[in-house]
């Protein structure tokens, strides 16, 4: 069974980092894709950041490139988040694609979510 755990958030102040982790077991396809999602009280879901499995392609929203940085060891991927704002504060999930499409707008199965919160 495909399972998705996130783990790593909590509260920062404004400027600092964080680094969040995603272990995902009992994924039987080759080629699948991992993101990082995250949302806002009141806004939609968006992603930030999506890693494939095949060729460790990335992916980062507009706003976080240059400040986050996905990675992947084994079955575990990585979120470090650096230079945090107040806007960051959500709650980030890791999704898994199975078909290996980058941060797709549905992928297939969700963990439970993370809260990071930035504030002084």
């Known amino acids: 069974q495909l399972q998705l755990v996130e783990s790593g958030g909590g509260l920062v102040q404004p400027g600092g980092s964080l680094t969040l982790s995603c272990t995902v077991s009992g994924i039987t396809s080759e080629y699948y894709a991992i993101g990082w999602y995250r949302q806002a009280p009141g806004q939609e879901r968006e992603e930030v950041a999506c890693i494939s499995s095949s060729d460790g392609n990335t992916f980062y929203a507009n706003s976080m490139e240059g400040r986050f940085l996905i990675s992947r060891d084994k079955n575990t991927v990585y979120l470090q988040m650096n230079k945090l704002e107040p806007e960051d504060t959500a709650v980030y999930y890791c999704?898994?694609?199975?078909?290996?499409?980058?941060?797709?707008?549905?992928?297939?199965?969700w963990g439970q979510g993370t809260q990071v919160t930035v504030s002084s």
């Open positions: 999704a898994a694609d199975l078909w290996g499409r980058i941060c797709s707008p549905r992928p297939d199965s």
